[in-house]
Nanobody, 124 residues
Framework: QVQLVESGGGLVQAGGSLRLSCAAS????????MGWFRQAPGKERAFVAA????????RYTDSVKGRFTISRDNAKNTVYLQMNSLNPEDTAVYYC?????????????????WGQGTQVTVSS
């Protein structure tokens, strides 16, 4: 079974930056898509960004375009989320997700593997 572990969350002031990391272990050869979701209190888990294995397909939710960048290091089985110009609306638990299907999707139900989440808090 694929396992995902996130790190890099924390507390940052508005306008600051954080970089999240997600390391995959297990049968990582089977993974096609890796991505990030976030969930704020009282809200549904929402798509943030995702990338195909080769990098040929990338997706971002509109609210993070131009501020967040997803990247993958397949040799290290790791996906990153560089978050710049953070604002309080970005506050949430951020989850790493992975899927074997050779399409990049934006709905949580399509992803097979999930990390435990890492808290990102942006203060004003």
């Amino acid at each position: 079974q694929v396992q995902l572990v996130e790190s890099g969350g924390g507390l940052v002031q508005a306008g600051g930056s954080l970089r999240l990391s997600c390391a995959a272990s297990g049968p990582t050869y089977s993974i096609y898509t890796m991505g990030w979701f976030r969930q704020a209190p009282g809200k549904e888990r929402a798509f943030v960004a995702a990338q195909s294995r080769s990098g040929s397909t990338l997706r971002y939710t509109d609210s993070v375009k131009g501020r967040f960048t997803i990247s993958r290091d397949n040799a290290k089985n790791t996906v990153y989320l560089q978050m710049n110009s953070l604002n309080p609306e970005d506050t949430a638990v951020y989850y790493c997700a992975a899927d074997r299907n050779p399409v990049v999707v934006t709905t949580p139900s399509h992803y097979e593997y999930w990390g435990q989440g890492t808290q990102v808090t942006v203060s004003s």
